[in-house]
């Protein structure tokens, strides 16, 4: 009989001192690289001496492998220090230290990686909502990816683990390579299901050519897989079994199943119910019975971990249990019964980091529920839809505002989706009416990608679509579930000419692309989204227009470049790179009038010139109908113009002549089509670097991003590229705002428009003490000052009742709906967004935790200063303290610092030409917009980015033009 203090010799000669490991378990608490934090070290020490071995959770292989955020590394030699640390941390208390090797190939999504496209062995899209299509990967890619594992194993057995394990499950790369689902290729790696085990068969091949390479004694391997797949086609338990089989001829220490239940039956074939742990060790080789085998979830009391020994189990994986009980082991073995929950007041003495803690219902959801989400899933997929036949009229959620729709049903078809966008604003939704309908028809799914910076609109039209299904009598969960179509992927290679190639298609790449057009070049401009206007297309849509036509016919007209250039260099903290600020200021009237005469862009000169606290002079103009306007002007433009567009391509690499010239670019198509393209200039206008971790300094990594999720740096990592070696400059900063809310990790949304409407009357910031602590009118650049040394970084609007119904009107123009503030209301402050409600002042503090008289005095005395029409403390203008505040209920809205635009980027000269690391201009390559660094120094005024983006866009095509004349 096995016992859970039986000492266990694996064939490696590693020896256990029991049979328990700790189970690997996503923490989410590397730093942003991968590297390892103390908080790692803590949370493993503290569960480590108890259990016979720790195995650490999965670390990617690759610096774009990441499934999930927070997730450690082991991809580059500089991890080795840190994972050194946590091996012998491990180590030190008793235990053997195993680490998980993976690579989460298609599951990899963008927004973990920097934007990089996830790769996979096929350009299937996995059965998830909003789920990205992989781009296949090459024969090349597949051998590097074997090397890529077996470097992993290398630093591991140099950072002291006692093994690896193989994490082949849960839908990473190595289970894609097997299921025939995720490969669907016809190569040696692909097809039959030998040639799907290659893969797998090759990584532990790799690594234990590395084992003898590295002269290690004693080196576990073990394998971890998931038993079966949902998905048709899809792994079936009689193929793992063939897999484990073939694995266990290589020798292996262990294998481990990856399950949620220990006693799980088989999730396909539901009308059988032996266990699968039954089932396997019916089905095992005589040489894999050799090899112990690993038992895993559910496993809490020791009544649980003796029914699996009894069911044929050698090894135990615990992890909920080592969640509540960090000495399981001992605890079970003394008779302790351990709690189904984690105890909410327990965090710290349970020593879980704040990433797992958020996380932490999931890490211990029922196993049941799961199996039933399963159930679910697997009953929809075989469901046959049919519709009562006709057109249904519901409504799809718009940018702007809800638009019509009519969705016209046969009885087993969506047949036709029409939306009237008539009254929406021409901007990035516009994609959505188009793309969207298309994709769910051709598909008959519900399940298709949102339009990128347009998210919302997405969301709203496939509702819309939902909505209509349900009235047609049959059940939109159905379509939900539905597979996309995996997109045929294109080989074909297009080679081609032109005088400029733009890459990016935001404001900076729009007017360099039209400024050479009309100056007789041939241009294409290349474009990674389904649509040109970037940033500014969501955008507030202000410029400035200093010694435009616009400027002087609205009445100023004694303002100057050097003005202009003095309070830029203020705003900045006089970090601004002069020559690039002087090429602004005198340039960028110019470019407005160029806008309005020849690119057709209409500015609300009804609204009128703006009044800014940063701006000695009127200098700020909106467009017409904001960014979305200026975008429709645009694109209809660019579309009557001589420029080539390719859309949905994503420039991959800057060609070079043996001198070191940029000649041109190689670009890929979504679907594979792989372009080279030969020009005499590349113009680099791809915008900012805002949504990727790997380029942000850890300081304005800490800040909430809100920009365009497309801000992933690509233009800056191929310049930097080592034979291109573009220079750099004040990478480190960032455009923060004062008015964030976080709607999600990390991720921020905009209360900018409801705070200007409300702060016109009343409304008041407060500290965590229930304190003002500024004048609310300041600018943003002395409000942030403020923010930034407050605890957490944290502020709060307070609002009575019928301000608060101004703020939610207000703020849907950022995209907080008026759901989401319910949504949010309702939790009252037990997550963030924190939106905390309370029917008097006193309640209110006592939910955000602030003294309770601090608010109340806090709000009394600020009536005073509206009564007697003067702040004595902060100076806030008469006009602005016109009302008390009045009636509640009574509201406090968290304030963050936010972010989008980043301020560093490559270093240019005048005439916008990259310059390299030792100072020399990189002949053929240059750059426009936001992924240059300097001009607006640490902050950018209102205004000034489109205004930048703009100039040196047109500019940089009139640099080339000139050197042609030459």
Do not use: C
């Amino acid at each position: 009989m096995k016992k859970l203090l039986d000492e266990m010799k694996l064939s490696s000669g590693v020896t256990l001192k029991n049979r328990v490991f700790v189970s690997p378990m996503t923490i989410q608490s590397a730093f942003y690289d991968g590297g390892v934090t103390e908080d790692m070290i803590e949370y493993y020490s503290h569960r480590s001496g108890d259990a016979g071995a720790v195995v650490v959770e999965s670390a990617f292989v690759e610096v774009n492998g990441k499934g999930f955020p927070g997730a450690l590394g082991i991809d580059k030699d500089d991890k080795i220090i840190g994972l050194t640390k946590l091996a012998n941390a491990i180590k030190e208390k008793g235990s053997k230290a195993f680490i998980q090797l993976y690579h989460a190939g298609r599951m990899a999504w963008p927004a973990y990686n920097g934007g990089a496209e996830p790769i996979a062995p096929s350009p299937v899209a996995a059965l998830r909502p909003n789920a990205p299509t992989p781009r296949e990967m090459t024969e090349e890619q597949i051998e590097n990816m074997i090397k890529l594992f077996a470097d992993g194993a290398r630093r591991a057995i140099k950072a002291g683990f006692d093994g690896v394990e193989i994490h082949g499950a849960n839908t990473f790369i190595v289970q894609q390579f097997f299921s025939p689902h995720s490969n669907r290729r016809e190569d040696k790696w692909g097809g039959s299901r030998d040639n799907r085990a290659k893969f797998p068969l090759e990584v532990l091949r790799a690594i234990k050519q590395v084992v003898v390479e590295e002269n290690v004694k004693q080196f576990a391997i073990g394998y971890r897989f998931s038993p079966e797949e949902l998905e048709i086609p899809g792994i079936r338990f009689e193929d793992t079994m063939f897999l484990l089989n073939k694995l266990a001829e290589e020798g292996l220490d262990y294998v481990h199943f990856s399950m949620g239940v220990y006693t799980r039956s088989s999730i396909v074939d539901t009308d059988n119910p032996e266990e699968l742990i039954t089932q396997y060790l019916a089905r095992r080789s005589l040489k894999l019975a050799e090899i112990p085998v690993v038992g895993v979830g559910s496993i809490l009391q020791k009544a649980d971990a003796e029914e699996a020994f009894k069911l044929g189990y050698d090894i135990l994986a615990v992890g909920k249990g080592y969640l509540i009980e960090p000495k399981w082991v001992e605890a079970v073995t003394n008779g302790k019964v351990i709690p189904d929950f984690v105890d909410k007041h327990l965090r710290e003495e349970l020593v879980l980091p704040m990433p797992l803690w958020d996380f932490i219902s999931y890490m211990v959801s029922d196993a049941e529920v799961e199996k039933q989400k399963h159930e679910k899933i697997k009953k929809l997929l075989n469901t046959k839809l049919e519709f009562k036949e006709g057109t249904y009229e519901v409504q799809a959620k718009g940018h702007n505002s809800s638009l019509p729709m009519q969705v016209t049903f046969s009885r087993e078809r969506i047949e036709k989706i029409e939306v009237d966008n008539s009254g929406e604003s021409e901007g990035l939704s516009e994609q959505v009416f188009t793309r969207l309908p298309k994709q769910i028809i051709e598909g008959q799914t519900l399940n298709v990608d949102a339009i990128s910076g347009a998210s919302s609109s997405s969301k709203g039209l496939v509702n819309g679509v939902a909505e209509a299904v349900k009235l047609a009598g049959a059940d939109p969960e159905v379509l939900l579930v539905r597979p996309k179509p995996a997109i045929k992927w294109v080989k074909d290679v297009v080679e081609e000419e032109t005088d400029v190639v733009v890459i990016g298609g935001g404001a900076a790449g729009i007017a360099a692309a039209l400024r050479a057009d009309e100056l007789g070049l041939k241009v294409t401009l290349i474009e990674k989204q389904a649509f040109i206007g970037g940033a500014i297309s969501i955008s507030g849509g202000n410029q400035v227009v200093i010694g435009s036509k616009l400027q002087k016919q609205l009445g100023v007209t004694d303002d100057t470049p050097e003005l202009m250039f003095e309070d830029f260099m203020k705003n900045g903290n006089n970090k601004n790179i002069p020559e690039l600020l002087n090429l602004l200021a005198h340039n960028v009237g110019p470019t407005t009038d160029w806008l309005t005469d020849y690119v057709g862009v209409e500015y609300d000169l009804e609204g009128g010139l703006h009044v800014l606290a940063e701006y000695r002079k009127d200098r700020e103009l909106a467009y017409n109908h904001g960014g979305h306007g200026f975008a429709g002007a645009a694109r209809e433009k660019v579309a009557n113009s001589n420029v080539k567009l390719l859309l949905q391509t994503k420039a991959k690499e800057l060609l070079q002549d043996e001198e070191g010239n940029v000649v041109g670019l190689i670009a890929r198509e979504e679907t594979g089509r792989k372009h080279i393209i030969h020009a005499k200039s590349v113009i680099l206008t791809t915008g900012g670097y805002g949504n990727n971790k790997q380029l942000l300094s850890k300081e304005l990594g800490k800040v909430l991003f809100y920009g365009t999720k497309s801000s992933n740096g690509e233009g800056l990592m191929m310049a930097t590229k080592e034979g291109v070696d573009a220079a750099t400059r004040m990478m480190e900063y960032g455009k923060i705002y004062p008015n964030g809310i976080e709607v999600s990790n990390g991720y921020a949304k905009s209360t900018i428009g409801g705070n200007i409407a409300v702060l016109r009357e009343n409304g008041l910031l407060v500290n965590k003490s229930g304190k003002r602590v500024v004048n609310e009118r300041a600018s943003n650049h002395d409000i942030l000052d403020v923010l930034m040394k407050e605890q957490d970084q944290t502020l709060y609007i307070l609002l009575d009742q019928e301000h608060f119904e101004i703020f939610r009107r207000e703020v849907a123009e950022g995209g907080i709906s008026s759901q989401d503030i319910d949504r949010w209301l309702e939790s009252n402050g037990e997550r963030t967004p924190h939106f905390y409600h309370a029917e008097s002042l006193e309640k209110l503090a006592e939910l955000a935790s602030m003294p309770e008289m601090s608010l109340k005095e806090t709000v009394a005395k600020y009536n005073s200063f509206v009564r007697d029409g003067e702040d004595k403390d902060f100076h806030r203008e008469a006009r602005f303290l016109k009302k008390e505040v009045g009636e509640g209920p009574y509201y406090l809205v968290e304030q963050k610092p936010r972010f989008a635009t980043t301020m560093g980027g490559l270093v240019v000269n005048d005439t916008l030409e990259v310059v390299n690391k030792k100072g020399n201009v990189i002949n053929g390559l240059y750059a426009a917009g936001e992924v240059v660094g300097g001009v607006m120094g640490t902050d950018s005024p209102s205004g000034a980015n489109n205004a930048w983006a703009l100039t040196s866009g047109k500019l940089a095509a009139e640099s080339i033009e000139k050197k042609y004349v030459k």
